[in-house]
């Protein structure tokens, strides 16, 4: 079985009602997947990759995010490091049956946004991540 990441989304946009708070939940579980420098802010807003998160002015938006864990430990640490960072557990650390090796938790951000760190198991990456440089 093969799998490819990278190619359908250009980007997420959340809409959340404290923005403080979103912050504050969003680098700890960053932090936990090895990622502590990765939030780059605005006035209104912050981002990280792909993901952009900004304060709502009439809605707050309601998804799935799934984060790539590189292993189980690392799944774990973000379990921890999101509910001690406001999140609600969703379902703690433990293999799933979506196919073999599938290792996630889930948590609930301030929003209410189901959020998922998952490690697939032994796997090989063909690179570590998409560059894309403007020409």
């Known amino acids: 079985m093969e799998f490819h990441r990278g190619r359908l989304f250009d980007h997420v946009h959340l809409r959340v009602s404290d923005l403080t708070a979103s912050k504050r939940f969003y680098r700890a579980?960053?932090?936990?997947?090895?990622?502590?420098?990765?939030?780059?802010?605005?006035?209104?807003?912050?981002?990280?990759?792909?993901?952009?998160?900004?304060?709502?002015?009439?809605?707050?938006?309601?998804?799935?995010?799934?984060f790539q864990a590189p292993d189980e430990?690392?799944?774990?640490?973000?379990?921890?490091?999101?509910?001690?960072?406001?999140g609600l557990d969703n379902g703690p650390p433990g293999e799933r049956a979506y196919h073999p090796g599938y290792y996630a938790a889930f948590v609930l951000d301030p929003d209410g946004n189901?959020?998922?760190?998952?490690?697939?198991?032994?796997?090989?990456?063909?690179?570590?991540?998409?560059v894309i440089r403007p020409e």
Not at 114 to 130: L, M, Q, Y
């Open 114 to 130: 189901n959020i998922e760190a998952v490690c697939h198991g032994p796997h090989h990456r063909s690179a570590p991540s998409v």
């Open 29 to 66: 579980v960053f932090a936990a997947l090895g990622w502590p420098d990765i939030v780059q802010e605005g006035p209104d807003f912050f981002y990280a990759d792909e993901l952009v998160v900004e304060a709502a002015g009439e809605y707050v938006s309601r998804v799935h995010l799934a």
């Open 73 to 86: 430990a690392t799944v774990q640490a973000f379990y921890q490091a999101a509910l001690a960072a406001g």
